[in-house]
Nanobody, 124 residues
C-alpha cells in the first residue's frame, strides 16, 4: 500500500510556471507507475501525464505536451510535474495516482491509489 500527498499548487499568472510534487510513503514506491490527472469544476477528471516505475517511459496529454514534464526521484519517493507556459485553461485540481505495475495508463480507473489533490489557478 502507498499513500500519496501532492504539493506545489497555487496561483500563477498565465505564462508562468509551477512544479507539483507527489510524495509517497512506503518502501516499494519504485515498483509503482504514477499518473497525474486534473479536474476542473464541473468537468471530468482528465489525464495529464504518466511515468513508468523506473522513469523510462512517459506519456502526456496533447494539451500539455511540450509544456509539462513529468519526472521521478525514487530515492526520495517523489514524482514531479513541472508545468511551464501555463494557461488559464490549466486551472484545475491536480491529483497524482499510483498503481503497482510495469505499465502506465491514461485511464484513471487503472490507478488504485490517489492523493487528495492540489489546486492550480492560472490567471489571465
Amino acid at each position: 500500500q502507498v499513500q500519496l500527498v501532492e504539493s506545489g499548487g497555487g496561483l500563477v499568472q498565465a505564462g508562468g510556471s509551477l512544479r507539483l510534487s507527489c510524495a509517497a510513503s512506503g518502501r516499494t514506491f519504485s515498483s509503482y507507475a504514477v499518473g497525474w490527472f486534473r479536474q476542473a469544476p464541473g468537468k471530468e477528471r482528465d489525464f495529464v501525464a504518466a511515468i513508468s516505475r523506473n522513469g523510462g517511459l512517459t506519456d502526456y496529454a496533447d494539451s500539455v505536451k511540450g509544456r509539462f514534464t513529468i519526472s521521478r526521484d525514487n530515492a526520495k519517493n517523489t514524482v514531479y510535474l513541472q508545468m511551464n507556459s501555463l494557461k488559464p485553461e490549466d486551472t484545475a485540481d491536480y491529483y497524482c495516482a499510483a498503481q503497482q505495475s510495469v505499465a502506465i495508463s491514461r485511464d484513471p480507473v487503472y490507478y488504485r491509489y490517489w492523493g487528495q489533490g492540489t489546486q492550480v489557478t492560472v490567471s489571465s
